[in-house]
């Protein structure tokens, strides 16, 4: 059984830099696009970024466009989400999503989840 398991959250001051981690197990890694998507208390879950299958192909939501990247160990099964500069605005609980198409980074592509972990970000 597929089981993608995060890591990382914790709370940090404005400024600070995180990284999460995804781990997949009952699967192989590098057969899926991965992405990281997060949900602040009352919205919406919104994309964050994702990343092909082998690493080549990046996306990420203009709002964290320049501040966090995405990276892969295929051979760990892990996938990470280094974020810099974080914000206020950035609290929200992180998960990360499986793509089915590995090539493919558009949001409809990623439709298994995680449990998710917490950031919370505080100025």
């Known amino acids: 059984q597929i089981q993608l398991v995060e890591s990382g959250g914790r709370s940090v001051q404005a400024g600070d830099s995180l990284t999460l981690s995804c781990r997949l197990s009952?699967?192989?890694?590098?057969?899926?696009?991965m992405g990281w998507f997060r949900q602040a208390p009352g919205k919406e879950r919104e994309f964050v970024g994702a990343?092909?299958?082998?690493?080549?192909?990046?996306k990420f939501a203009d709002s964290v466009k320049g501040r966090f990247t995405i990276s892969r160990d295929n051979d760990k099964n892990t996938v990470y989400l280094q974020m810099n500069s974080l914000k206020s605005e950035d609290t929200a609980v992180y998960s990360c999503?499986?793509?089915?198409?590995?090539?493919?980074?558009?949001?409809?592509?990623?439709?298994?989840w995680g449990q998710g972990t917490q950031v919370n970000v505080s100025s």
């Open positions: 990343l092909s299958w082998s690493g080549t192909m990046k």
């Open positions: 999503a499986l793509g089915r198409h590995p090539y493919e980074l558009g949001v409809a592509n990623f439709d298994y």
């Open positions: 009952g699967g192989t890694l590098s057969s899926y696009a």
